[in-house]
C-alpha cells in the first residue's frame, strides 16, 4: 500500500506560480511512476504531468512550458512547479501512483491517489 500526501495549493493571481508537493509513503518508492492529476468542478479528472523514477516524463498539452515535475526519489517525494498560471488552472490536484514504472496519461491505470490539494486562480 502506497500513502500519498499533497501539499502546497493555494489562491493565486493569474501569471504567478506555485509548488505543489508529494510526499509517499508505506512501501518502496523507486518502482512507481508518478503522476498530477487534476479536476475542475464539473469536470472530468484529468492528466497533468507524470515521470519515472529515472526521470522520464510527459506532459498534458495544456501545461507544456508552464508545468514541470520533478521527483527526489531518497525524500519519496515528488513535486509539480506551475509557472504562469491561468484562470482555467484551477481545481484540486492529486498526486497518483503506479505499481508500474511507466507514464500514461490514463487515470484508470494509476493505483494509489492522494486526497488533494486545491488550486486557485483567480483576478
Known amino acids: 500500500q502506497v500513502r500519498l500526501v499533497e501539499s502546497g495549493g493555494g489562491l493565486v493571481h493569474p501569471g504567478d506560480s506555485l509548488r505543489l508537493s508529494c510526499v509517499a509513503s508505506?512501501?518502496?518508492?523507486?518502482?512507481?511512476?508518478m503522476g498530477w492529476f487534476r479536476q475542475a468542478p464539473g469536470k472530468e479528472r484529468e492528466f497533468v504531468a507524470g515521470?519515472?523514477?529515472?526521470?522520464?516524463?510527459r506532459y498534458a498539452d495544456s501545461v507544456k512550458g508552464r508545468f514541470t515535475i520533478s521527483r527526489d526519489n531518497p525524500k519519496s517525494t515528488v513535486y509539480l512547479q506551475m509557472n504562469s498560471l491561468k484562470l482555467e488552472d484551477t481545481a484540486v490536484y492529486y498526486c497518483?501512483?503506479?505499481?508500474?514504472?511507466?507514464?500514461?496519461?490514463?487515470?484508470?491505470?494509476?493505483?494509489?491517489w492522494g486526497l488533494g490539494t486545491q488550486v486557485t486562480v483567480s483576478s
Open positions: 497518483a501512483a503506479r505499481r508500474i514504472d511507466y507514464v500514461v496519461p490514463v487515470r484508470s491505470t494509476y493505483d494509489y
Open positions: 508505506g512501501r518502496s518508492f523507486n518502482s512507481n511512476a
Open positions: 515521470i519515472t523514477w529515472s526521470g522520464n516524463t
